[in-house]
């Protein structure tokens, strides 16, 4: 089945505890991308990756870092989380033709407390 | 930079009757744009994808057009349900910014029976 897989689905943490949340593709997608959700707020891009080792930031990148060391495979890194990073977060990838959408991941919803 | 615009935040409408829910955006170099649902608290499902060459699509009781000259896409549902309550997305992937994809802030929906 085509899918992107986050993990964990959910996790709480303390501040400054550092932390990963993996994402994993398995439809040969060149783009991926993380975005946070918060009420009032919507849906905001932290990074994207137009393909392996080519990554470049999007609208709230601040705390974050991410990498693209393989295609399938875009993990997100809070080094020192604080609980302004609590939040909803979403991985998704895409094709780069036009006639396909993004397909976004089940969510992680982190705590920071 | 592309700006995405849903109105109204929130709409109420019984069983059975019609939904029209409106997405403007800013910038007309659309490379393409995407309809997601959003239950309370869960990942987003694609419901619809319109390509830049393209008026409308359709899927069952579903149909989204875009007017790239207005900026505006339109989801309409028919013979709504209450299954059919969630908060519904318009997304817009711009032709110079493949990678990312800019979201409006979602239309609330609520079918009584």
């Known amino acids: 089945e085509a899918q992107v897989t986050q993990n964990p689905r959910y996790l709480i943490t303390v501040t400054g505890k550092k932390l990963t949340v993996t994402c994993s593709q398995n439809m040969n997608h060149e783009y991926m991308s993380w975005y946070r959700q918060d009420p009032g707020l919507g849906l905001r891009q932290i990074y994207y990756s137009m393909n392996v080792e080519v990554t470049d930031k999007g609208d709230v990148p601040e705390g974050y870092k991410v990498s693209r060391k393989e295609k399938r495979n875009f993990p997100l890194i809070l080094e020192s989380p604080s609980p302004n990073q609590t939040s909803l977060y979403f991985c998704a990838s895409a094709t780069g033709s036009s006639a396909y959408g993004y397909t976004f991941g089940s969510g992680t919803r982190l705590t920071v407390v | 930079k592309q700006e995405v615009t849903q109105i109204p935040a929130a709409l109420s409408v019984p069983e059975g009757e019609n939904l029209v829910l409106n997405c403007s955006f800013t910038?007309?170099?659309?490379?393409?744009l995407q309809w997601f649902r959003q239950d309370p608290g869960k990942g987003l499902t694609s419901l619809l994808l319109i390509q830049s060459s393209q008026r409308e699509q359709t899927s069952g009781r579903l149909n989204a057009s875009l007017d790239k000259s207005s900026g505006r896409s339109t989801l309409y549902i028919a013979a709504s349900q209450p299954g059919d309550s969630a908060t519904y997305l318009c997304a817009a992937r711009s032709t110079d910014s493949w990678g990312k994809l800019q979201f409006g802030a979602g239309t609330q929906v609520v079918v009584t029976p």
């Open positions: 910038d007309s170099a659309i490379y393409n």
